[in-house]
Each structure stands twice: as structure tokens, then as C-alpha cells.
């Protein structure tokens, strides 16, 4: 059974998830490269216009109790983005973390340039 989520606004993606809690890699990576990019064109923009890429249910989402993260090196915009995306996906496959959860895990890696 694959469920969808639908657009609340335009800077939230479509996320088709499988009946196991998967979201397709394709998925991920189109919704990190535009994260990305809109962090970067955005950087000059005040913080008082500043949206998130993702809705506010991504943010209410708990962890579960027994959720333990992959280990990660924080993406600071310095490093290859191309490479730490790669990781993190093969990371988060590895570990079992799927659907909405790992736009939560990947949100919590940005820091400094790579987060503003």
C-alpha cells in the first residue's frame, strides 16, 4: 500500500512511501538537492523570511524510544554535498531509518553555512 502525502505549501515535496515505510532514494536526494540549493540562493535573505522546505508534521514527528541515529559527520557547506548525501542515504539504509524520519535525521546534519 503506498501512501502520499500532499503539498501543504510550495516548498513541501511529495513523498511517495511504500507500504514498509520506504521513501525512494530518487525521492530523498531531489528533496535534499533542493534544500540545498535553496539554502544556498536563500543565505542573503533575512531570517525573518526564512521557510522551512518541509511541513510542520515533519517537526512534530517523535523519534521512537528504541530509534538509534546513524553516525554522521554534520554537513558544515565546506565538504561535497554530492558525497555527504550519498552517505547519509547508504547510512540511513543501513540503519533502517525510513519515510519521514529521514528528512528529521537529515534536517539534524546541517550546521553553519550548510544549515543557514
Do not use: W
Not at 63 to 89: I, L, T, W
Amino acid at each position: 500500500m503506498k501512501q502520499h502525502y500532499t503539498k501543504k505549501d510550495k516548498s513541501t515535496k511529495d513523498f511517495q512511501v511504500s507500504s514498509d515505510g520506504l521513501i525512494q532514494v530518487d525521492q530523498l536526494k531531489e528533496f535534499i538537492k533542493e534544500t540545498i540549493k535553496n539554502k544556498i540562493r536563500g543565505s542573503s535573505k533575512s531570517s525573518l523570511t526564512y521557510s522551512k522546505p518541509y511541513t510542520q508534521r515533519i517537526d512534530n514527528l517523535k523519534m521512537p524510544m528504541d530509534y538509534q541515529p546513524p553516525k554522521f559527520q554534520q554537513f558544515d557547506g565546506k565538504s561535497n554535498p554530492k558525497q555527504h548525501v550519498a552517505h547519509f542515504v547508504e547510512s540511513c539504509n543501513n540503519a533502517g531509518t525510513y519515510g519521514d524520519y529521514l528528512v528529521k535525521q537529515f534536517v539534524r546534519l546541517l550546521k553553519g553555512n550548510g544549515f543557514d
